[in-house]
């Protein structure tokens, strides 16, 4: 491809010709080959077909340079669906609401292995990750893949105070992870929908966690530090008792600056306790902007264990800057710098 390249760049060539170099050398490159297979999406416990299932093909290739628009091919009603892998290195992405996203990836043989037969059937196993080599893939050949079921089980969520009394009106979240390609697509990839609970009286709140997926938990109140917990097995957590501690809280100002000139930025956002993935600010958070001079009003600056404070502006890169509690000085306010992008 270099060659060619060069070849292009000492002639006098025409823009079209030039185009067609550039594509008959990237069709010769190692990796940019095609090979057609056919994908078998199936019922990983009953063994049915299962319709309607996405699959994405992602990786280095070189028909990524033209993009398709519009949403990913679907399998039929028999759940079945002809693609044509674009690359020796590759990923397919198995998603439908109901099970658990799947990763079928294809890489290249090993070099030095003996040539083998390549099978007509390939039986991706009920796992969330499975590899495929593309040469022993011959063309045309079925890819099964087999889709785990997701169960949804109650858990119990106990919350108390450091002397072991409940805690009314705590708020509880549970957030699913899932791997996703751009934000706002979570419908369209099967994402459950985040469930926000208080708990009673007692201090307890019910949630349903989604077996198969991970699962985050947020525990959060109002004067005390919050609490995330990682749930992906289910195994005899069915009940969980979490201790919130009260945390102390300090007044400060939080001036930003520009990390160049050392010059004010106004109009700065400064967020504590910022959130993503749809997750609600912690409630002992807060968001404010800058004056003129690069200064926030006095904020609450609480006593977390992961203190991080993120400042943006425009035409800015945004940071986020951990604090240690114990430094900050109600006297002297917290500097935070941003570069230029």
């Given at each position: 491809?270099?060659?060619?390249?060069?070849?292009?760049?000492?002639?006098?060539?025409?823009?079209?010709?030039?185009?067609?170099?550039?594509?008959?050398?990237?069709?010769?490159?190692?990796?940019?080959?095609?090979?057609?297979?056919?994908?078998?999406?199936?019922?990983?416990?009953?063994?049915?077909?299962?319709?309607?299932?996405?699959?994405?093909?992602?990786?280095?290739?070189?028909?990524?340079?033209?993009?398709?628009?519009?949403?990913?091919?679907?399998?039929?009603?028999?759940?079945?669906?002809?693609?044509?892998?674009?690359?020796?290195?590759?990923?397919l992405a198995v998603l439908?609401?109901?099970?658990?996203?799947?990763?079928?990836?294809?890489?290249?043989?090993?070099?030095?292995?003996?040539?083998?037969?390549?099978?007509?059937?390939?039986?991706?196993?009920?796992?969330?990750?499975?590899?495929?080599?593309?040469?022993?893939?011959?063309?045309?050949?079925?890819?099964?893949?087999?889709?785990?079921?997701?169960?949804?089980?109650?858990?119990?969520?106990?919350?108390?105070?450091?002397?072991?009394?409940?805690?009314?009106?705590?708020?509880?979240?549970?957030?699913t992870g899932l791997f996703?390609?751009?934000?706002?697509?979570?419908?369209?990839?099967?994402?459950?929908?985040?469930?926000?609970?208080?708990?009673?009286?007692?201090?307890?709140?019910?949630?349903?966690?989604?077996?198969?997926?991970?699962?985050?938990?947020?525990?959060?109140?109002?004067?005390?530090?919050?609490?995330?917990?990682?749930?992906?097995?289910?195994?005899?957590?069915?009940?969980?008792?979490?201790?919130?501690?009260?945390?102390?809280?300090?007044?400060?100002?939080?001036?930003?600056?520009?990390?160049?000139?050392?010059?004010?930025?106004?109009?700065?956002?400064?967020?504590?306790?910022?959130?993503?993935?749809?997750?609600?600010?912690?409630?002992?958070?807060?968001?404010?902007?800058?004056?003129?001079?690069?200064?926030?009003?006095?904020?609450?600056?609480?006593?977390?264990?992961?203190?991080?404070?993120?400042?943006?502006?425009?035409?800015?890169?945004?940071?986020?800057?951990?604090?240690?509690?114990?430094?900050?000085?109600?006297?002297?306010?917290?500097?935070?710098?941003?570069?230029?992008?």
């Amino acid at each position: 491809m270099i060659s060619i390249l060069n070849h292009w760049s000492c002639r006098r060539t025409s823009p079209k010709l030039a185009v067609i170099c550039i594509l008959f050398a990237l069709v010769l490159a190692p990796g940019c080959v095609s090979k057609p297979i056919q994908i078998r999406t199936l019922d990983g416990v009953t063994g049915a077909p299962v319709a309607d299932v996405d699959i994405r093909q992602h990786g280095v290739r070189w028909f990524s340079f033209f993009p398709k628009k519009g949403k990913a091919p679907k399998t039929n009603a028999d759940g079945q669906l002809d693609l044509v892998l674009n690359s020796r290195s590759t990923c397919l992405a198995v998603l439908r609401p109901g099970y658990v996203p799947t990763q079928v990836s294809i890489v290249p043989e090993p070099e030095g292995r003996l040539p083998k037969l390549k099978p007509t059937l390939f039986v991706a196993d009920i796992s969330p990750i499975n590899c495929v080599e593309f040469e022993s893939l011959a063309d045309l050949a079925v890819v099964e893949v087999r889709l785990t079921p997701i169960i949804q089980e109650k858990v119990r969520i106990s919350v108390r105070d450091e002397q072991g009394v409940p805690l009314a009106n705590v708020d509880v979240i549970l957030e699913t992870g899932l791997f996703l390609p751009k934000d706002g697509v979570e419908g369209e990839w099967g994402r459950p929908p985040i469930e926000r609970i208080v708990t009673n009286a007692s201090g307890v709140a019910v949630v349903t966690v989604h077996i198969g997926l991970r699962n985050y938990i947020y525990v959060r109140m109002l004067g005390r530090e919050s609490q995330r917990i990682a749930f992906e097995r289910l195994a005899d957590r069915k009940n969980i008792d979490i201790t919130l501690r009260s945390i102390a809280s300090k007044r400060a100002i939080i001036r930003v600056i520009d990390g160049k000139s050392g010059a004010p930025i106004a109009g700065a956002d400064v967020e504590l306790g910022k959130q993503f993935d749809g997750i609600p600010c912690d409630p002992n958070g807060w968001t404010v902007k800058t004056d003129v001079n690069g200064c926030t009003p006095q904020v609450s600056i609480p006593d977390f264990s992961e203190l991080i404070v993120t400042a943006s502006a425009e035409k800015y890169l945004m940071r986020r800057r951990a604090l240690i509690w114990q430094a900050v000085d109600a006297k002297k306010p917290v500097e935070i710098e941003l570069d230029r992008k």
